[in-house]
């Protein structure tokens, strides 16, 4: 069973940074993406950025440019640099971690979200 614990949420002024964190433990697949979604009240989890093991990323088309998605492989752990902050990216961050195997069976693994708060 993989866990994923996130760190690094909080409150930060508009314009400001916060750099999250979330580390992976258990028997992981090694074929896999790590990344960061988020959810608002009432609305759809959505995408923020990815990052496979192998180090490509995808990020949500309005985020780019702010926020950085990175990875440690040797420690199963990625990281979201965001920058820029805004209110509306005040919202919970879930962690993802997506193990892809054969025939395109993928399984998904998330973190127990953590809260950021923008002030403005």
Known sequence: ?????????????????????????????????????????????ELVATITNGGSTNYADSLKGRFTISRDNAND????QMTGLKPEDATVYYCNLREFYNHGIIYDYWGQGTQVTVSS
Not at 11 to 30: D, T, Y
Not at 77 to 80: G, K, P
Request: hydrophobic fraction near 35%; aromatic fraction near 8%; proline fraction near 2%.
């Open 77 to 80: 752990t990625v990281y979201l």
């Open 1 to 45: 069973q993989v866990q994923l614990v996130e760190s690094g949420g909080g409150l930060v002024q508009a314009g400001g940074s916060l750099r999250l964190s979330c580390a992976a433990s258990g028997r992981i697949f090694s074929s896999n993406a790590m990344g960061w979604y988020r959810q608002a009240p009432g609305n759809r989890r």
